[in-house]
């Protein structure tokens, strides 16, 4: 992918994400891989929902390039995933409301509900609290990158990542429609139902929805 059609990407990811109250503030950053080992990220202390062309980085595995601005100071998880899922082309990072209050909880995502749902979230994994940018927190990710294409960060937010923008958006979107459907299930008293397990293995291996993700284990 070429520096300008990285930007465009980004930019639309950005204002869709602010579209769809799945960011706020200066909350998150944004990543598209632009080679085997570069890739172009937001820059330190911008708003997703009003990226310019200069609000981008350019980074190597080693660091920012000489000369590109100051990186998101979050780049060490986006760099992890880069680095240990070769076919990974896009990294989103937000705080959205109702993911966001799952992950201070130990409450489990359902993924046997509905057709996004049985796709996008078949595997979350969680990411025990570290502060933004540490090392600490980009190592941990770097041990779950090839778990899932959602981390759940604990008392933080989520890193949703894919072979695409538009396939990372929609699992970000996914992920926090099903939170909602499920705290709003909670709130209401309602009982959610489930697919049996048998439904949503055959929804996954057959149906044709997507292709299959496959698992290394
Ligand atoms: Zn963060």
Request: charged letters at 25%; hydrophobic letters at 35%; one cysteine or more.
């Amino acid at each position: 992918m070429d520096l300008n059609e990285a930007r465009q990407g980004l930019k639309s990811a950005g204002r869709r994400l602010l579209e769809h109250d799945l960011t706020w503030g200066n909350d998150g950053n944004l990543s598209v891989r632009l080679n085997h080992d570069r890739y172009l990220i937001t820059a330190s202390g911008t708003r997703l929902g009003e990226l310019g062309d200069d609000d981008f980085v350019e980074c190597s595995f080693n660091g920012p390039l000489s000369g590109s601005g100051k990186p998101s100071k979050e780049t060490p998880m986006h760099r992890a995933v880069y680095e240990q899922r070769p076919e990974i082309r896009a990294v989103l990072h937000a705080s959205p409301f109702y993911s966001t209050l799952v992950a201070c909880t130990d409450m489990p995502i359902p993924a046997d509900l509905f057709v996004e749902d049985m796709y996008y979230i078949e595997r979350v994994a969680r990411v025990a609290y570290f502060h933004p940018g540490s090392p600490e927190l980009g190592e941990a990710v770097r041990e779950q990158a090839r778990e899932a294409n959602i981390l759940l960060l604990e008392n933080h937010g989520v890193l949703v990542y894919d072979t695409s923008i538009g396939e990372a958006l929609m699992g970000l979107q996914t992920l926090e429609m099903v939170c909602r459907m499920a705290i709003t299930a909670r709130s209401a008293g309602l009982e959610l139902r489930s697919l049996p397990a048998a439904t949503v293995a055959d929804f996954l291996d057959n149906s044709g929805y997507r292709p299959r993700r496959e698992w290394s284990q």
